[in-house]
């Protein structure tokens, strides 16, 4: 079925063209604003920005990149997974129809908070109180998303009935993982956004702190597997093809992914670990929970490397490291997945740490978490994603890349960036420099250690942004103007998304049960806060501006 | 050579097993048996008639313990400089009177929310080496004065 052209698939293709395209301007919209806020907080620069320019492109660089980049680049990759290893048509109405919402709602909240009036940053802590466009654009997207993730399923339900006794192809079970885990995450956040965020922005509803963080985070930290399945299916699927080689591991590649099901939600409250009026003992399972959900991590750590080392084997690698000089470093849709996924295991680490509420402490809201995620999100997600996207561009328009030697050097640009980057703010945030901060040297009474950390840490990001740079023209420049090529590119990723081992189908491809014991996980990790949280009794407070003004009495 | 692929498989899902169970176990060891604890205690509070529920400022309680009442509000800290000769045990009830805030003493690891409608009590027991000038930052995004929001907390040793 990989051989089958984009004709049959041509409206699919369409979406995610537009899908890419979008994703791509956020991603520079978003990057200028990295820049520009890291050059601002830097020791010794110039002010050149006020505090609520700084907020505002804070919050627009949150929005844009950590939910508008990556949904909608995962968007036109499931796509292409979907339709090309399944070989089934998705429902236009449900993918035209959530695209064009999406689009719109991201379209909405990116003017909200454009205009300056939305300087909440992407995690919209209430009471503080942006403009209502700002949560209906995000309740729009959120419901566009929805019907998208639908049409998946939809096509899933439909190959499975052809193919009852067939076992779900590697991709195929990545990309469902990576939409059930968003079906888990968004629900109680739309409730929410409704109930009490949009009430509070539209007439000066009060809310609850507690009540209203702990639905965020309910939806935050799912919110990194919705980013990280997706990397971790590229590892797994396309990497090992790109090298000529196969999974080491099939089994444990799916153990994974069920893993990811189960334990990516029931987690939230470890981002609130030193949020007061939440006991210990929510917290202790919430740890407990988070600890089985760095397993399958873990496990594609071995696997992935496993992968790669035969591989490089196979391709005459000797020697206990010799495989690594074989591998097929100078493509770059292959660098960028293993300089990301090497990433991805230093990440993992510090994320241990934050993940260990005795020690969480030290590091909360500071600069350490700014790097950690910028490992993950920042890297384990955006750089595969870069890395997917020299294939997909091919793929998809039918073009060359613009210029092959910039696409090789740029995905080491990015790791050597973001290496010096997150190695400084990790190492400031242990001295206590705090996060989402314009100017962090306090008028002279900072700590003079701050200093020099915060001076690498612009080398770096000054590195990686220009890698940054690089990726979008090269992408853009090759959309537009790449050399046309006739219909396979090599390497063609139609043949890479292709699952050639499909077998019997078994006990891990039995989603729906693991659905439900994935619910039953998040009914029991979060009826503990929650009935804390309600049978205090909500302390209800009326909604501020980020300008301080307070709009009711 | 299948086999062997297999146990080096099993041997890995062994030790990452064996891993997380030993960080939980010394997790949960520091909580129970040591007493080191995130914040967890909070009474809710009216932000209407906080006057009636906390007086802003630093008491000695007993010769070396004291009791440390903050509100938080946009964009400073009352009380915003803290004085303490010799402490051994503060006790810190904190709460805002607007927005969320983040009370962090640099150097220390003082670090928790402030919410509005709650009020929270945390137990610090300072080293005996620390002594001398802190900073005292806010370190959850409060709206744009936020980077304004710092204080001071000095330690007499006598
Ligand atoms: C292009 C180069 C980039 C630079 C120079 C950069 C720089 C920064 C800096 C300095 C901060 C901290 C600001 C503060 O706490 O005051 C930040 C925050 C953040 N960055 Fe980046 N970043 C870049 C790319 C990315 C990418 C690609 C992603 C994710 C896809 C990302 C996601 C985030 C998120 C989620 C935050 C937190 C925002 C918040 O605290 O509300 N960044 N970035
Ligand atoms: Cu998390
Ligand atoms: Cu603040």
């Known amino acids: 079925m990989a051989s089958e052209g984009g004709a049959r698939f041509a409206f699919e293709d369409k979406i995610s063209r537009a899908a890419l395209v979008f994703a791509f301007l956020m991603l520079a919209v978003g990057g200028l604003f990295g820049i520009t806020q890291l050059l601002a907080r830097t020791p010794y620069a110039p002010q050149f920005i006020s505090a609520k320019t700084y907020y505002t492109i804070l919050t627009g660089h949150g929005v844009f990149l950590a939910i508008v980049w990556t949904a909608f ?79 998946y399923f939809k096509a899933y339900l439909q190959w499975k009935k052809a193919n009852p006794s067939k076992e779900i192809p590697l991709g195929t079970m990545g990309i469902l993982a990576t939409w059930i885990v968003w079906f888990e995450a968004t629900p109680p956040l739309a409730f929410m956004v409704l109930k009490d965020l949009v009430p509070m922005a539209l007439w000066g509803k009060s809310v609850d702190v507690l009540e209203t963080r702990t639905y965020f985070w309910y939806f935050g930290h799912p919110l990194v597997y919705f980013w990280i399945i997706p990397a971790v299916t590229y590892w797994y699927h396309i990497l090992p093809k790109l090298a000529g080689g196969r999974v080491f591991s099939r089994t444990m590649a799916k153990v994974a992914f069920i893993l990811f099901i189960l334990a990516s939600t029931p987690v939230g409250v470890h981002h609130q670990f030193v949020d007061p009026g939440i006991s210990n003992i929510a917290k202790f399972v919430h740890t407990v929970f988070t600890f089985i959900v760095a397993t399958p991590s873990l496990l594609t750590a071995f696997n992935v490397l496993a992968t790669l080392e035969i591989a490089g084997r196979m391709r005459g690698g000797k020697g206990f490291l010799g495989w690594l000089k074989t591998l097929p470093w100078r493509e770059p849709a292959f660098s960028a997945g293993v300089l990301a996924f090497i990433i991805f295991g230093f990440g993992g680490i510090s994320g241990v740490v934050n993940a260990s509420y005795i020690v969480n402490y030290i590091v909360h809201n500071t600069v350490w978490v700014v790097g950690h995620f910028h490992l993950t999100v920042g890297t384990a997600a955006t750089l595969t994603f870069m890395g997917a996207s020299y294939l997909m561009i091919p793929a998809l328009f039918g073009r060359s890349i613009y210029s092959q030697a910039l696409a090789r050097a740029q995905p080491f640009v990015w790791f050597i960036g973001m290496s010096i980057f997150s190695f400084s703010l990790h190492t400031a945030g242990l001295l206590g420099v705090p996060r989402r901060t314009y100017n962090v040297m306090y008028a002279g009474n900072a700590p003079d250690a701050w200093i020099p950390l915060l001076l690498a840490a612009a080398l770096g990001g000054i590195v990686f942004a220009s890698s940054g740079a690089v990726f979008v023209f090269n992408a853009l420049a090759s959309i537009l103007a790449g050399p046309r090529i006739n219909p396979h590119p090599k390497p063609n990723l139609a043949e890479l998304v292709d699952d ?36 205090t009794g909500l302390s209800l407070v009326p909604p501020v501006t980020p300008e301080g003004l307070r709009l009711t009495g | 050579m299948a086999g062997k692929a297999e146990k080096l498989e099993y041997a890995w899902i062994a030790l ?9 176990g010394i997790l949960g060891y520091a909580v129970i048996g040591e007493g080191y604890s ?28 004291y009791e440390v009442d903050i509100v938080a509000r946009m964009w400073a800290w009352q009380p915003n400089e803290i004085v303490l000769e010799n402490p051994k045990k503060v006790i810190f009830r904190i709460t805002s009177a607007d927005v969320q805030h983040g009370f962090e003493i640099v150097g220390t690891n003082v670090n928790f929310m402030v919410f509005p409608g709650y009020i929270a009590e945390i137990t610090w027991y300072p080293p005996s080496d620390a002594e001398g000038e802190f900073l005292i930052v806010c370190n959850e995004y409060c709206g744009l004065g936020h980077q304004n929001m710092y204080g001071k907390l000095i330690i007499i040793r006598s």
């Open chain 1, 73 to 151: 680049f995962i968007v036109a990759f499931s796509n292409y997974v979907i339709t090309r290893e399944l070989g089934v048509n998705l429902s236009r109405t449900l993918l035209g129809f959530g695209a064009l919402l999406a689009i719109v709602g991201s379209l909405i909240a990116g003017l909200a908070i454009l205009s300056g009036k939305a300087a909440v940053l992407y995690t919209f802590y209430a009471p503080l109180k942006a403009h209502p466009a700002f949560y209906l654009g995000a309740a729009i997207l959120i419901i566009g998303t929805w019907l998208i993730g639908a049409a």
């Open chain 2, 38 to 65: 995130a914040p967890e205690d909070a009474v809710t509070c009216n932000v209407k008639k906080l006057e009636e529920q906390i007086t802003p400022g630093v008491k000695e309680v007993a010769p070396g313990v």
């Open chain 1, 500 to 535: 050639e081992e499909v077998g019997p189908a078994g006990a891990l491809d039995r989603l729906s049960i693991w659905l439900l014991l994935a619910l039953a996980l998040i009914v029991f990790a979060y009826a503990i806060p929650f009935y804390e949280i309600y049978s």
């Open chain 2, 16 to 24: 990452v097993v064996v891993m997380l169970t030993i960080f939980l």
